[in-house]
């Protein structure tokens, strides 16, 4: 976001882990406690049965025009399915989130791996938490919203018979997230080409 | 539908109304239970404060291009304030729901008045049953997902604990909108002009 108006998440998992929830809190984390605009949408359809889901946000500190994901700088995948889906489609300097407790095959390339469901469960002893997990580790990554909002979204959407375990999670996908360095990523393809001239 | 393969629906009220999650199962229902293509969307931003929501499902019988609203065929609205910033926008075959217990302007034309949060309150003893109500009220007025398709929806997206009582506040709904007939609207203003030649 310092260099560029919008920034654009991806989340796909399967259809019991939370992925429209997590989305519809980072999109309200930034929209509504954070000042900052937002989009956040999901598709459904035949194709999408079988356990597949995904969810997007669009953030801006301008009006959004174009409210759909075109290129994602995050892509957070939950599952398998989900990462072969969308692994093809990130910006050139974005990166993957891979849920490797779920997911077997991971990707070369700017990757990140995090075992968001062991995590979860560690944490909360529900894997269904690897949502807000994950909530953590975008927040630890991208560092356009503070904490707080996040939290203040996430106190706002869940029930509250479950708000103390959720923020758990949370707090534990943040801690998960300050253990990964974004600059030992690979370098982006186009930076690659520049360096080989 | 019928005449249509695109069908377009905008809720919107305030904060805690429950907009965001009745989109949510409407598409849902549409796209996951009833084997119709689906797309749901909400946008944040700092105009949305003070109490303002809005969420908005298109369903079509194909794959979904454009996936936002441009013209709803309905409008649900459970705010004054909603109301007046959609009012304009919907198709001229389209209609308004308006929730009378909330809204105290409401305009002329190819509007349905309920009582929707008194019903909420009524049925439930909780005036957040209104999201509920609402879907009850849309499902008995479109007939393009079946009323088990719209169950199936509510029951995988709400806690549990408050199945049954979402069921309830949803049944109420539909029989509310039993009692409209949508024949007795004003014709669309194209027909009134088809009409005056």
């Known amino acids: 976001m310092t260099n560029s108006l919008r920034y654009e998440i991806r989340i796909t998992g399967s259809g019991g882990q939370g992925v429209v929830l997590a989305s519809i809190i980072l999109a309200e ?57 969308h692994k093809e489609e990130i910006k050139g300097d974005g990166f993957i989130v891979v849920d490797t407790s779920n997911v077997v095959h991971v990707p070369e390339g700017r990757v990140i791996k995090i075992p968001i ?5 560690e944490e909360t002893g529900k894997s269904m938490a690897a949502n807000l997990v994950s909530l953590g580790v975008i927040c630890g990554l991208i560092k356009i919203i503070k904490k707080t909002s996040f939290e203040r979204a996430i106190s706002a959407r869940v029930p509250k018979a479950t708000e103390a375990l959720n923020l758990k999670a949370f707090e534990a996908g943040i801690r998960a997230a300050k253990k990964i360095k974004l600059s030992k990523l690979p370098p982006p393809p186009s930076e690659e080409l520049i360096e080989d001239l």
């Open 117 to 121: 469901t062991e995590i979860a469960i």
């Open 29 to 85: 984390a930034a929209g509504q406690f954070e000042g900052l605009y937002a989009a956040q949408s999901q598709n459904y359809g035949p194709e999408a049965r079988g356990g597949y889901s995904m969810a997007e946000v669009v953030i801006s500190k301008e009006p959004i025009d174009y409210p759909f994901v075109i290129s994602p700088d995050i892509l957070v995948a939950l599952n398998q399915e989900g990462l072969n889906r």
